[in-house]
């Protein structure tokens, strides 16, 4: 990863994380991906008084990079949030990222004050479930 990407990276989920919605956790986070073709889309979280229906800043993020340039494959990802400390994405968020992240993927997290820390992905979410183990069932010897 060149600090240049993790520059922008930070850069779009600051800029993201000023639009967030959110009223009920007074926590506001900030995401952005970065694709194998170097393009950034960057996302904030959306709360809604229905809990469950709220939308994370990462599942934002990867809506934007999916609506404008369709599936691709994520070599990085940053999650920014507006307390002193980082914060890692939640458990789903690792497996919304699972969906697209590159077999060398790097996850930052930044808080609002310093720099980012970096992890590498398959470290983030180790024994991600993923297309393998789907494909992988769906063949008749599955042993069911």
Do not use: K
């Not at 967030?20 to 950034?40: C, E, K, M, N």
């Not at 993020?61 to 949030?81: E, I, P």
């Amino acid at each position: 990863m060149v600090q240049d990407d993790a520059t922008r990276l930070l850069r779009a989920a600051r800029e993201a994380i000023v639009h967030a919605y959110a009223p009920y956790s007074g926590f506001p986070v900030g995401a952005a991906v970065l694709t194998g073709a170097g393009d950034i889309f960057a996302g904030c979280n959306v709360e809604n008084a229905a809990y469950p229906l709220g939308l994370c800043a990462e599942a934002a993020a990867l809506g934007a990079m999916v609506s404008a340039v369709g599936a691709q494959r994520v070599r990085a990802a940053l999650v920014v949030t507006a307390r002193r400390h980082p914060s890692w994405p939640c458990g789903g968020c690792r497996q919304r990222l699972q969906e697209f992240m590159a077999q060398d993927a790097i996850v930052y997290a930044a808080g609002c004050e310093g720099e980012p820390i970096s992890m590498p992905f398959t470290r983030l979410l180790p024994l991600a479930f993923g297309a393998t183990d789907i494909a992988s069932s769906m063949r008749p010897d599955h042993g069911l």
